[in-house]
């Protein structure tokens, strides 16, 4: 399995951001992917999931209405659509293959996780 996340960069409050991930090694269109951030001194936050087939997605209360999830099986790619980015939103986003949240904690042991992509966002 290989996850590779790009798109991040330096964006002001108010701005925009589309992340991308592309996924190799394992049938993309039967998995549900998911996205996590770790913002810088704290843990993994979940921000979103979406099912195999794009047509089912979730979000944290803190990007909803902000961000947007989807994928494009044909290409093997996960996408979050970042608009009206806040400082609070700086941190690493991951895609997650296999994502587990127990007990309310993400579980960075398990799974299928990307290198990491850097969003931060500051004037």
């Known amino acids: 399995v290989q996850l590779v996340e790009s798109g991040g960069g330096l964006a002001q409050p108010g701005g925009s951001l589309r992340l991308s991930c592309a996924a190799s090694g394992f049938t993309f269109s039967t998995w549900g992917m998911s996205w996590v951030r770790q913002a810088p001194g704290k843990g993994f936050e979940w921000v979103s999931n979406?099912?195999?087939?794009?047509?089912?997605?979730s979000y944290a209360d803190s990007v909803k209405g902000r961000f947007t999830i989807s994928r494009d099986n044909a290409k093997n790619t996960l996408y979050l659509q970042m608009n009206s980015l806040k400082p609070e939103d700086t941190a690493l986003y991951y895609c997650?293959?296999?994502?587990?949240?127990?007990?309310?904690?993400?579980?960075?042991?398990?799974?299928?996780w990307g290198q990491g992509t850097q969003v931060t966002v500051s004037s």
């Open positions: 997650v293959k296999g994502l587990t949240i127990l007990r309310g904690t993400v579980r960075r042991d398990f799974g299928s």
């Open positions: 979406i099912n195999s087939g794009g047509g089912t997605t």
